[in-house]
């Protein structure tokens, strides 16, 4: 199971990123898929969040509006596009993977993830 992820850089607030998320080694129809980010000194956060069980998704309600996940089948990729940035968006973007049989996508939280790609770095500053 490999997860890796790119996209990252420096902003300015207002400004786009699009992280994408390489997928292999499993099968993502049985795994839910998400991305987290980590602010220093912060614990990392479910930013989105979607379960195979019945394709539901979760958006952290900070980002609703502003971030939009799509998935390419083809391309095996989970791709964040983040528009608006702010100030309060910086941190270190990680994509994860879990097993768990019948989890929602409600449950976007780190500890039930268990395979993560090394992350990205987002700055959003002026």
């Known amino acids: 199971v490999q997860l890796q992820a790119s996209g990252g850089g420096s902003v300015q607030p207002g400004g786009s990123l699009r992280l994408s998320c390489g997928i292999s080694?499993?099968?993502?129809?049985?795994?839910?898929i998400g991305w987290f980010r980590q602010a220093p000194g912060k614990e990392r956060e479910g930013v989105y969040c979607?379960?195979?069980?019945?394709?539901?998704?979760f958006y952290r309600d900070s980002v609703k509006g502003r971030f939009t996940a799509s998935r390419d089948y083809a391309k095996k990729t989970l791709d964040l596009q983040m528009n608006s940035l702010k100030p309060e968006d910086s941190g270190v973007y990680y994509c994860?993977?879990?097993?768990?049989?019948?989890?929602?996508?409600?449950?976007?939280?780190?500890?039930?993830?268990?395979?993560w790609g090394q992350g990205t770095l987002v700055t959003v500053s002026s």
């Open positions: 979607i379960s195979p069980s019945d394709g539901s998704t």
């Open positions: 080694g499993f099968n993502v129809n049985y795994y839910a």
């Open positions: 994860a993977a879990s097993a768990r049989q019948g989890m929602g996508a409600w449950e976007c939280v780190a500890r039930n993830y268990g395979t």
